[in-house]
């Protein structure tokens, strides 16, 4: 079997499976770029997670904790198997700019091509210890004005990835249906895509976001690449 007949199959028996998180359901802020990416022959997403905000304990209230009660903060979090390696820079290079910029790429021995989308701007604090409060609650107060604050550029960044995604695939697709305007007047053509890419780029992150980015996550933005055992 050819790989992206393969590929084909794994997607049909992933896309087929029952939903088992304990949701049960695609969170409703991404669900649209879920489904997005599903209906392009190249993609299908394996997991997702829109982002949320936790107290670690197993408890009613934080001050009944018997435990080490934590508050924690986990940004947006999303798994897609591409058809081919090119296909996972694309999305790979669009998710960067987008402010996830703890994304990489695996590749598989079987030739699995996965990207996970992630960024770094989470947040976990403890709040307890053995069941004694070690914060006051002004402190609490302030964490969770800090978590939400966190929610509200998560959510940014899905749109502004979402956004991007559907401009770059758009334009992707276009230059496929249409190959002989591509070898046509190559020099040329190639420095007016280049100018291109450069003013598509600057659109997907807004000014106001520019220096968030360059501080924000790992100064590392290289393409991770791992080699899974021959059974993955």
């Known amino acids: 079997m050819d790989r992206i007949a393969e590929f084909r199959k794994w997607k049909v028996q992933c896309l087929s499976k029952a939903d088992l998180s304990r949701k049960g359901?695609?969170?409703?802020?991404?669900?649209?770029?879920?489904?997005?990416?599903n209906m392009r022959d190249e993609f299908f997403t394996t997991s997702?997670?829109?982002g949320r905000i936790?107290?670690?304990?197993?408890?009613?209230?934080?001050?009944?904790?018997?435990?080490?009660?934590?508050l924690k903060f986990e940004p947006f979090v999303l798994h897609v198997q591409c058809r081919q390696l090119q296909d996972a820079q694309i999305l790979h290079s669009v998710a960067i700019d987008s402010g996830f910029r703890n994304s990489g790429i695996t590749v598989g021995k079987r030739g699995k091509t996965m990207l996970a989308v992630r960024?770094?701007?989470?947040?976990?604090?403890p709040l307890s210890h053995k069941g004694k409060l070690m914060v006051t609650e002004e402190y609490i107060d302030f964490l969770l004005n800090v978590?939400?604050?966190?929610?509200?550029?998560?959510?940014?960044?899905?749109?502004?990835?979402?956004?991007?995604l559907q401009h770059v695939?758009?334009?992707?697709?276009?230059?496929?249906?249409?190959?002989?305007?591509?070898?046509?007047?190559?020099s040329s053509y190639t420095h007016k895509k280049q100018r291109n890419q450069e003013k598509a780029h600057g659109q997907c992150i807004t000014k106001e976001n520019d220096?968030?980015?360059?501080?924000?996550?790992?100064?590392?933005?290289?393409?991770?690449?791992t080699i899974f055992p021959e059974d993955y």
């Open 169 to 186: 695939l758009e334009r992707e697709t276009m230059t496929n249906l249409h190959p002989k305007i591509k070898e046509k007047n190559n």
């Open 48 to 50: 997702s997670c829109a």
């Open 25 to 37: 359901s695609v969170d409703e802020d991404v669900v649209e770029l879920v489904q997005f990416l």
């Open 211 to 225: 220096k968030e980015l360059e501080n924000d996550d790992d100064d590392d933005l290289g393409i991770n690449i």
């Open 147 to 164: 978590a939400n604050q966190k929610m509200e550029e998560n959510k940014k960044r899905i749109e502004r990835f979402y956004n991007c």
């Open 54 to 70: 936790l107290l670690l304990d197993g408890i009613v209230a934080l001050k009944k904790a018997n435990g080490d009660a934590t």
């Open 119 to 125: 960024s770094t701007h989470g947040l976990e604090v």
